[in-house]
């Protein structure tokens, strides 16, 4: 299952957005589709907060396997940038499928953070019968399809590794893979990820230093 959410303050605008998407969306996947609308409330004080706070959760819960923000947001109070939102989800998921809608391409591209490839310029990509829009639908799919799949198989493998560990079966390889895995993971997952035990974690870590200052010692 693919499920977009899109953060954009007019309605019509989610609609050509969803329109575009859906026309250029892999036939043999399309009953996989679906779109969460994120609610903006123009009157809320922290808006950026709110928002930023239920998308974590709906990535930690798997409720979203990829993000569309619209640059410019507005609310009672201010305008937010779809950058500072960027922003802010790729410190704490690096690599979860994020991508601003623009109208101002080289603007959105000032802050360093930003990657060329996760700006689309809006007007381009709704006008969905064009190379352009087919082709970031195309990048936006498979982008979603990697972040799936490498999220399944490192909790899959994690999960196998602390079975392992609760059975005191764990070689000293493998715990150095376990942390590792920990840590690719938390690229993908919000770093509250239940899937590996924060405790056992420390424990390992520990483990792998004493083995290193073993090591070092012989």
């Not at 381009?124 to 936006?140: A, D, P, Q, W």
């Not at 399944?152 to 893979?177: A, F, G, R, S």
């Not at 509250?192 to 405790?199: A, F, G, H, I, L």
């Amino acid at each position: 299952m693919f499920t977009i959410g899109l953060i954009d303050d007019d309605g019509s605008q989610l609609r050509s957005i969803r329109r575009s998407i859906k026309e250029n969306w892999p036939e043999q996947q399309f009953s996989h589709l679906e779109f969460k609308n994120y609610e903006i409330n123009l009157d809320s004080q922290n808006l950026l907060t709110k928002l930023f706070e239920e998308i974590l959760k709906d990535i930690l819960g798997s409720k979203i396997s990829g993000l569309i923000i619209d640059y410019k947001i507005l609310s009672k109070n201010k305008k937010i940038e779809g950058t500072e939102l960027f922003s802010k989800i790729r410190n704490i998921v690096p690599k979860f499928p994020v991508v601003i809608l623009t109208e101002r391409v080289e603007e959105s591209l000032q802050p360093l953070y930003i990657d060329a490839d996760k700006v689309y310029e809006k007007s381009k990509f709704l006008r969905l019968k064009e190379e352009y829009c087919s082709e970031k639908v195309k990048n936006l799919f498979l982008n979603m399809k990697k972040y799936i799949a490498n999220k399944e198989i490192l909790i899959n493998k994690l999960e196998n590794y602390n079975t392992k560990y609760l059975n005191d079966k764990l070689t000293e390889q493998e715990l150095v893979e376990m942390l590792e895995l920990e840590k690719q993971l938390s690229e993908l997952l919000p770093s509250d990820s239940p899937n590996v035990d924060e405790d056992l974690v420390e424990d390992l870590k520990e483990i792998v230093s004493l083995l290193k200052e073993t090591n070092t010692l012989e």
